[in-house]
């Protein structure tokens, strides 16, 4: 919306009147920051963080990591990463950058750094909000090696790896750590110890991954805490080790609510066990709720409207569960691509004259009267 000048300042007043305090920018700003690679524009987010405060409005600001320029894809191919069947991806998507890549790393060295320096001590930033739903494998050469460089540290000997794999089954024994290959479908798929520390590897390069982001962001703003926003029960990281370089758990929520495989017992149920989840990761402080909807997904098999009084119930679920926040994506639905039809506060119509409106505005005076139960 940044052509659209009248627009972020309407949203300001909406924002106002809807009782948001904190507003997350960034995330996947890397095109508009470095739209060429050395050429950074970063006056425009001057201008949007200025006047949130200037209103009263705080900022999360995230680290655009999660999807690169095209500029960056064509000029170092070793950033995308390599599918399970050995093909490296072309630009495209998002959250497909390799973990491993040296040239990633120093572009996002370079970009948090910028950040960091630029906004560290504004005082409408609170949070950092590290890349966005990290995820997914990469079977590149650089995670092949890393892969097997943790083995060798894992495991010592490759006799003591032939032990614990069981591998003189079906006569699968290695005689050197260079010959092990992750488990794809063209390959090993039978070694059950190779396919449980593949997972576990995964887990460690991706956590090193985020490890490296973060220690650029305390060294230069020591005191802004750092999070980033993990998925419901994700079954490609364990959280578990990744949580204690976090400062403060989030994660995003999208039940199906209404959906015609279970009761709406049932969905509520499955959405409090992975609150529990979240809030176990660290028991002694609330998490927050970084994403919700208000209204509709856009990538259930049935997206469905939240019926009235549904929103309020099920943020208050996430209040009552432990979360210091509800927080939404997103603030205005797009004018096209990927998510256009994903729900948002403010609806295509562009005024705040609809249901969903109503209740977040309502949601929102409701919460400052519960302000304490804050932390």
């Known amino acids: 919306w940044l052509d659209r000048p009248d627009i972020l300042e309407k949203d300001i007043e909406y924002m106002k009147k809807a009782g948001v305090n904190t507003v997350t920018l960034g995330v996947f700003s890397w095109s508009v920051y470095e739209p060429r690679e050395g050429a950074y524009y970063f006056e425009w987010l001057d201008k949007i963080i200025d006047r949130l405060y200037e209103n009263g409005i705080y900022v999360i600001l995230a680290t655009p990591s999660g999807a690169r320029p095209v500029w960056m894809d064509l000029k170092y191919p070793e950033v995308m990463r390599v599918n399970e069947m050995g093909v490296r991806n ?14 990633y790393r120093q572009k996002v060295a370079q970009m948090d ?12 930033v609170i949070l950092w ?6 995820g997914g494998v990469c079977y590149c050469p650089l995670c092949v090696e890393r892969f097997r460089s943790w083995l ?9 790896l032939n032990q614990q794999w069981w591998t003189t089954f079906w006569s699968h024994r290695f005689s050197d750590f260079d010959q092990i290959d992750p488990p794809t479908p063209r390959g090993e798929g039978s070694i059950h110890g190779l396919h449980l520390d593949w997972k576990r590897f995964t887990t460690w390069n ?27 029960v994700y079954k490609g990281l364990d959280y578990h080790e990744m949580a204690p370089e976090l400062d403060i758990i989030s994660w995003d929520s999208y039940p199906a609510w209404g959906n015609d495989k279970e009761t709406l017992t049932d969905t509520f149920l499955h959405t409090a066990f992975e609150h529990a989840v979240m809030r176990s990761l660290k028991p002694d402080q609330p998490y927050l709720l ?23 119930l099920t943020s208050m679920q996430a209040v009552a569960c432990g979360s210091d926040s509800i927080l939404y994506f997103q ?6 691509s990927f998510e256009q039809y994903h729900g948002a506060v403010i609806d295509h119509l562009g005024t705040d004259h609809t249901r969903v409106f109503r209740e977040v505005a309502q949601l929102g005076q409701e919460l400052k009267e519960l302000s304490q139960i804050q932390g």
């Open 90 to 103: 072309t630009h495209g998507l998002r959250h497909n950058h390799c973990m491993s890549s040296p040239v």
């Open 113 to 124: 750094e910028l950040l960091a320096r630029r906004y560290g001590s504004h005082p409408a």
């Open 129 to 134: 909000h590290v890349s966005n739903e990290l």
């Open 152 to 160: 060798k540290r894992k495991y010592k000997t490759i006799d003591r």
């Open 206 to 232: 991706m956590n090193d991954y985020m490890k490296f982001e973060i220690k650029i962001l305390r060294e230069i703003t020591p005191d802004i805490p750092i999070t980033t926003n993990f998925m419901h």
């Open 290 to 312: 970084m994403e919700s909807v208000p209204s509709i997904v856009n990538w259930h098999p049935a997206n469905r409207q939240k019926r009235p009084g549904m929103h309020r």
């Open 331 to 336: 603030w205005r639905k797009s004018r096209g």
